[in-house]
């Protein structure tokens, strides 16, 4: 009696310990995923502004400005910092791919068969 009263309340704590272990895993993937999705967001409207000002910067009336010309690098070296991240930036975007192509095969399948 003494044996199965034990294991009964250590099956109690082992589960209560695996679902608090579960929803805090589930919080912090959560979490990843929307830091992610802001990083890659992040990174692009980065180059987005470097492209912008290198654009300006090639402009007739700003040539050879060497303020632009600076703002320029350091654009760019943000922009190199950012990719430094793109590890993270790729969780997200691997997982949106396979299901884009998931989807694109159900429509082509779809397609086909009407």
Known sequence: MNIQLILTILLVVSVLVNVTFFWYTRNILAKLLFVSENIGDLMEMANRFV????????????????????????????????????????????????????????????????
């Open 51 to 114: 492209n912008h000002v290198d654009d300006i910067h090639q402009m007739e009336m700003f040539y050879g400005d060497e303020t632009l010309g600076f703002l320029v690098q350091h654009a760019q070296d943000l922009a190199e910092q950012f990719e430094m991240f793109e590890q993270i930036f790729t969780l997200t975007e691997e997982g949106d791919e396979e299901f884009d192509d998931e989807n694109n095969t159900t429509e082509t399948q779809t397609a086909t068969e009407k």
